[in-house]
């Protein structure tokens, strides 16, 4: 089991950036990491995922050249870098780990998740 902590969620402006931690403790070992969000009404979003061993990334076409998954394996610690916000961003974000090498956009291989952290974008 893989405990998560999310942190860095602030209120920000159109066209400002922002950077997204989340600290892992536990087996973390080989787990994959997601970024998921979730907007007031909607559903949950898959973000951005990073492998374990290769890093590999995968992002949603809706954020594709705006955000930036990085993993620090020797902190145990994920980020996402969030360039450009707008309004569409605005959500409640989530990391969650994968026990599988491999990230993934479906949140139902993600068996561990973080509490979640507030990124309102407003004007």
């Known amino acids: 089991q893989v405990q998560l902590v999310e942190s860095g969620g602030a209120l920000v402006r159109p066209g400002d950036s922002l950077t997204l931690s989340c600290a892992a403790s536990?087996?973390?070992?080989?787990?994959?990491t997601g970024w998921f969000r979730q907007a007031p009404g909607k559903g949950r979003e898959f973000v951005a995922s990073?492998?374990?061993?290769?890093?590999?990334?995968y992002y949603a076409t809706s954020v594709q050249g705006r955000f930036t998954i990085s993993r620090d394996n020797a902190k145990n610690t994920v980020y996402l870098q969030m360039y450009s916000l707008n309004s569409g961003d605005s959500a409640v974000y989530y990391c969650?780990?994968?026990?599988?090498?491999?990230?993934?956009?479906?949140?139902?291989?993600?068996?561990?998740w973080g509490q979640g952290t507030q990124v309102p974008v407003a004007s």
């Open positions: 969650a780990a994968d026990s599988h090498d491999s990230g993934s956009d479906a949140s139902a291989e993600y068996g561990d």
């Open positions: 536990g087996h973390t070992a080989g787990y994959a």
């Open positions: 990073i492998g374990w061993s290769d890093s590999r990334t």
